[in-house]
């Protein structure tokens, strides 16, 4: 179907996505709720996002807004999981098809729980972007509820969700990538 090149390419984004993207197990941090910064347990969060670009992502950089929806499952403690969702937005002074830069952002994150939710605030990061695929690091410190205080870690990455050739047409509207998400001691 794909010939033999084709296939190879396909199986080596697979490969370099797959390796670029090592999930850690759960730190020890603190993570209470309401400010309370003690605890003994951190949070560590997988699962998915769908983000939006506006204006969308073109060969030309230009500035653009990012919006990403997140489904989470977060280990607060030893053997237990809580389903959660957050919502990330950030302002990219430059974004192209090629690279984002800038713009650190903010993610609240709702825990299914009862334990309330987390503000996030992301300092600026380097983000890599290749023909669409994503591979980012951020960091940041949980400013408001569980956590409050702590140190978060967060990894992006995934292959894009559009052809890469609407870089050349009416560009990358948005992508659905995988997320970890770490508040740390």
Not at 118 to 129: E, G, K, Q, T
Request: include cysteine; charged fraction near 15%; hydrophobic fraction near 30%.
């Amino acid at each position: 179907m794909f010939g033999r090149r084709g296939t190879a390419v396909a199986l080596g984004s697979l490969l370099l996505v797959g390796s670029t993207v090592v999930w850690a197990p759960a730190g020890l941090a603190g993570t209470g709720e309401g400010g309370d910064s003690g605890g003994r347990w951190g949070i560590t969060c997988t699962g998915s996002s769908t983000s939006h670009y506006d204006p969308p992502l073109t060969l030309a950089p230009q500035p653009s807004h990012v919006h990403a929806d997140i489904t989470y499952t977060c280990t607060v403690a030893p053997g237990h999981t809580v389903p959660a969702t957050g919502s990330f937005d950030a302002d990219l002074p430059t974004a192209s098809c090629v690279s984002l830069s800038g713009g650190g952002g903010t993610e609240t994150v709702r825990y299914d729980d009862g334990g309330g939710r987390s503000l996030i605030v992301y300092d600026s990061a380097p983000r890599v972007r290749a023909a669409g695929a994503l591979l980012l690091e951020q960091s940041g410190r949980v400013t408001e509820g569980r956590g409050k205080g702590h140190r978060v870690r967060r990894t992006v990455a995934g292959p894009p969700r559009e052809l890469p050739t609407g870089c050349l047409t009416s560009g990358l509207g948005g992508g659905g990538y995988a997320v970890q998400l770490e508040i740390q001691p």
